[in-house]
């Protein structure tokens, strides 16, 4: 199947820094990509899509200035949590769709954020 | 609105069988999916059904039933390692997917 990758896959920052989490697909380009938040004990929530050569798309109620994200290239998606609070810490997950007749999605291994 | 439903958490022995059940109101149906997801990793993809009927794929079986809103996946032959929480997740008229809260399957020796 499809790999995508996820860099770093742990990340420790103090509060007001910014941290950046690298998506990639590693034997397939993906127009769109999918980045989703998860917190302890809880769903996957989608954050935003991004879609490579035009504005992300991002869900009600995700700041767009604080999650920056930039899908540089047809493999490459960037997530930036500006400014990070200790409330930023979560699982970070990206996903892209690898096509085909299952519509399936292929999720990275996630990058674990804490902030202090 | 858009709603997904899943039991909590479920409990059962090592070699049995169980059922996850998931039920769903969504606005349009492009299929529906199920995830096993161990305790601090990703999701990985178990299954997709789109058309009503009984996917089966080894130990993992899933249901659609698009009448009913409901889906179940099926887990044969239980063994530890299938102890993690289980997504049902449907995509809407959108394309986009919208995610249950996930169930936690605990399997006893």
């Known amino acids: 199947g499809a790999v995508v990758s996820q860099h770093p896959s742990r990340v420790i920052c103090k509060s007001g820094t910014s941290v950046k989490i690298e998506c990639r697909s590693l034997?397939?380009?993906?127009?769109?990509m999918f980045w989703y938040r998860q917190f302890p004990k809880q769903s996957l929530m989608l954050m935003a899509t991004s879609n490579e050569g035009s504005k992300a798309t991002y869900e009600q109620g995700v700041e767009k200035d604080k999650f920056l994200i930039n899908h540089a290239s047809l493999t490459l998606s960037t997530l930036t949590v500006t400014s990070a609070h200790p409330e930023d810490s979560s699982f970070y997950i990206c996903?892209?769709?690898?096509?085909?007749?299952?519509?399936?999605?292929?999720f990275g291994p996630g990058t674990r954020l804490t902030v202090l | 609105g858009q709603n997904i439903d899943q039991p909590t958490e479920m409990t059962a022995t090592e070699g049995a069988i169980v059922q996850i059940n998931c039920t769903y109101q969504?606005?349009?149906?492009?299929?529906l999916f199920w995830y096993q997801q161990h305790a601090g990793e990703a999701p990985t993809f178990l299954s997709y059904n789109v058309l009503d009927g009984l996917e089966e794929k080894g130990r993992f079986s899933s249901f659609l039933s698009r009448s009913k809103g409901y889906s179940y996946l099926l887990l044969k032959e239980l063994q530890m390692k299938d102890s993690a929480s289980y997504l049902c997740?449907?995509?809407?008229?959108?394309?986009?997917?919208?995610w249950g809260a996930g169930t936690k399957l605990i399997i006893k020796p």
């Open positions: 997740a449907v995509m809407d008229s959108n394309y986009q997917l919208i």
């Open positions: 969504t606005s349009g149906f492009n299929g």
């Open positions: 996903s892209a769709p690898y096509g085909g007749d299952n519509n399936e999605q292929f």
């Open positions: 034997d397939f380009q993906a127009t769109t």
